[in-house]
Nanobody, 122 residues
Framework: QVRLVESGGGLVQAGGSLRLSCANS????????MGWIRQTPGKDREFVAA????????YYADSVKGRFTISRDNAKNTVYLQMNSLKPEDTAVYSC???????????????WGQGTQVTVSS
């Protein structure tokens, strides 16, 4: 069984930083890529970032490139999203997801977490 649980969300002022974590408390997803997807009420889901199993390649949406960094610690079954220079438009529910192949879209992910709210005030 796979259980992805996000943490680290909260309220932050514009220009601030947050670090999200996604821990897998179930069986280890060996070989799986991990990603972060966000959603704002009334809007479609948006791909944010993804990283391969070996961490040799990462991908970012243009809207977060240069500000967000995805990383993972396979020994801890955890993936992270470091978010710097946050903007009000980054406000959303951030969910982590896992897939056997890395994806740069919001669809096709095999496992999903419940999400954590990030709110950036202006």
């Amino acid at each position: 069984q796979v259980r992805l649980v996000e943490s680290g969300g909260g309220l932050v002022q514009a220009g601030g930083s947050l670090r999200l974590s996604c821990a897998n408390s179930g069986r280890t997803l060996i070989g799986y890529a991990m990603g972060w997807i966000r959603q704002t009420p009334g809007k479609d889901r948006e791909f944010v970032a993804a990283i391969t199993w070996s961490s040799d390649t990462s991908y970012y949406a243009d809207s977060v490139k240069g500000r967000f960094t995805i990383s993972r610690d396979n020994a801890k079954n955890t993936v992270y999203l470091q978010m710097n220079s946050l903007k009000p438009e980054d406000t959303a529910v951030y969910s982590c997801a896992a897939s056997i192949g890395v994806r740069t879209v919001t669809t096709g992910w095999t496992y999903w977490g419940q999400g954590t709210q990030v709110t950036v005030s202006s």
